[in-house]
């Protein structure tokens, strides 16, 4: 096995299993020590891969972003008319960060420091669902009250309100 495939494997295992931690416990558990735990090794092989925990998180981000693209794009149906388009792909955004909170909250924790500038989601959303920049606030700021507890709101709840962000 070359060195650099094993370097890319090694990589990946920190990244999935930084992702795992994220996902069901919250970026807060992803220190170095339960991520190198989870991914069966010592914690200064992280170092030997990763710039260091920002750097991996990047990678993470990276990883979320490609699965809700993936989500999104399955899961919408084509539509003629751009609003109902935009309106449908941001049905589906919502859906899969309302099923992962943990994932949404990575891109807006203020401890993590992203290495690449495409993390942001700003460019994600505008990319992928399109838009004014006031509906990508509108849709953040709701998923933001809705995620954190904010507004007492529930899947349906939020839905409604999206769609009357239309």
């Not at 751009?82 to 792909?89: L, M």
């Not at 203020?110 to 993390?119: D, L, N, P, S, W």
Request: charged share 25%; with cysteine; glycine share 6%.
């Amino acid at each position: 096995m070359s060195p650099s495939l094993k370097d890319e494997r090694m990589k990946d295992y920190f990244i999935r299993a930084a992702e795992e931690i994220i996902r069901g416990e919250g970026i807060q558990a992803a220190s170095a020590r339960t991520i190198a735990d989870r991914a069966g090794y010592s914690c200064a092989t992280i170092y030997n891969h990763f710039e260091d925990l920002n750097d991996l998180y990047t990678q993470v981000a990276l990883s979320i972003q490609g699965e809700c693209r993936a989500f999104v794009e399955n899961q919408s149906k084509a539509k003629e008319n751009a609003e109902e388009r935009i309106y449908e792909r941001t049905r589906w955004y919502v859906t899969y960060f309302i099923q992962y909170p943990s994932l949404f909250h990575l891109f807006f924790d203020k401890a993590v420091r992203f290495k690449q500038e495409e993390i942001g989601l700003d460019r994600f959303f505008t990319n992928l669902i399109g838009g004014s920049e006031e509906y990508l606030y509108a849709v953040h700021g709701l998923m933001l009250f809705a995620l954190n507890r904010f507004s007492p709101l529930g899947y349906g709840e939020v839905m409604e309100k999206l769609a009357a962000l239309r």
